[in-house]
């Protein structure tokens, strides 16, 4: 019995001692290396091999080392093997700083500084508490969730929006598309952590940004194709919206010709808003591996037909 390690070797390499220490009955092989394919009943990538069905005949558990599965081709997973996102607190505890300093940055005004202090303007802007204004959190799986919580104890007017519907204490919250356009008009600061699926993709768009009232801040931390970037740019440069803050682009690295690199109204990080950290992501591998063991529900299991 074989666990495959198809991603980051570094990491790799601390999931290899953790797993020799607590689960030496388990051979643990980093990819290239696979050892006997027949042997292999685990497997935890970024992008999975091809041919997984014919290659390891034996698969009982696919893992993705990221907290979206929209890299992988489920159709190519044969439906009797379950796929796993990563649910772990490291990268929960990453997002939630980078959305908090987003957040914080949006509503203290700081890209509108950096480009003062650039042109040598010293000119202060009205200062606002926090608890009058109104942040909305596309998406509240795991990470939403855990960013409302978060903003909320700054005080903010919090409300987070999701197709399925969910609640959480302090947050108003908002369900289904007939309930979109209503979240949208109350937000002020509006962060993307949406999984990317059909219906999610380009959903951050000129029909989604008219909804948002005059000044707003658009912060993507979910996928790059979430966004239609021309609608943005069109958005930023007609004033409707006042700032972007972007970790994803649809295009990574970014293009060196690319608008976003020098317009005044946008601040990109290079995808670093969180990234699963090799300790807590190997515990919640082997959490989920003794799960699977003795018949448990599985933690952050994909629903196919969602595609989350």
């Known amino acids: 019995m074989s666990f495959l390690y ?19 009955e388990i051979d643990f092989h980093i990819w290239p290396s696979i050892g006997d394919p027949e042997q292999v009943r685990y497997l935890a990538a970024w992008q999975p091999p ?61 890209l509108t500084y950096a480009n003062q202090q650039r042109e040598r303007i010293w000119k202060p802007l009205p200062v606002r508490t926090a608890n009058t204004r109104r942040v909305g959190v596309l998406g509240m799986g795991t990470l939403g969730k855990a960013v ?44 993307c952590l949406l999984p990317l699926t059909d219906e999610t993709r380009g959903i951050l768009s ?9 000044g707003a801040v658009m912060i993507n931390l979910g996928r790059g194709d979430h966004l239609v970037e021309a609608d943005l ?29 020098t317009h005044p109204k946008v601040m990109l990080t290079p995808h670093i808003a969180s990234m699963t950290q090799p300790d807590t992501s190997a515990e919640a591998v082997l959490d989920n591996l003794r799960r699977h063991r003795e018949g448990l529900p599985l933690v952050g299991l994909v629903d196919r037909a969602r595609g989350y």
């Open 206 to 214: 000129q029909q989604l940004f008219r909804q948002l009232p005059q």
């Open 50 to 110: 091809e041919n997984i069905a014919e290659t390891f005949p034996n698969l009982e558990l696919v893992f993705s080392v990221g907290a979206g599965v929209d890299q992988f081709d489920l159709s190519r997973i044969p439906e009797h093997i379950p796929v796993v996102r990563m649910i772990e607190s490291g990268l929960v505890a990453g997002m939630v700083e980078y959305a908090t300093l987003a957040v914080l940055a949006a509503h203290r005004d700081w």
């Open 233 to 261: 740019l069109d958005a930023l440069d007609r004033h409707h919206l006042s700032a972007a803050i972007l970790d994803v682009c649809s295009v990574e690295p970014l293009p060196q010709e690319h608008p976003f690199w």
């Open 148 to 191: 409302l919580v978060k903003l909320r104890d700054f005080g903010f007017q919090c409300a987070g929006w999701s197709r399925s519907g969910q609640s959480l204490p302090g947050i108003e919250c908002f369900a289904g598309e007939q309930d979109l356009g209503d979240f949208l008009a109350r937000t002020e600061i509006l962060v």
């Open 6 to 24: 198809k991603s980051e070797p570094v990491r790799g390499a601390r999931w290899a001692e953790l797993f020799a220490a607590r689960a030496p």
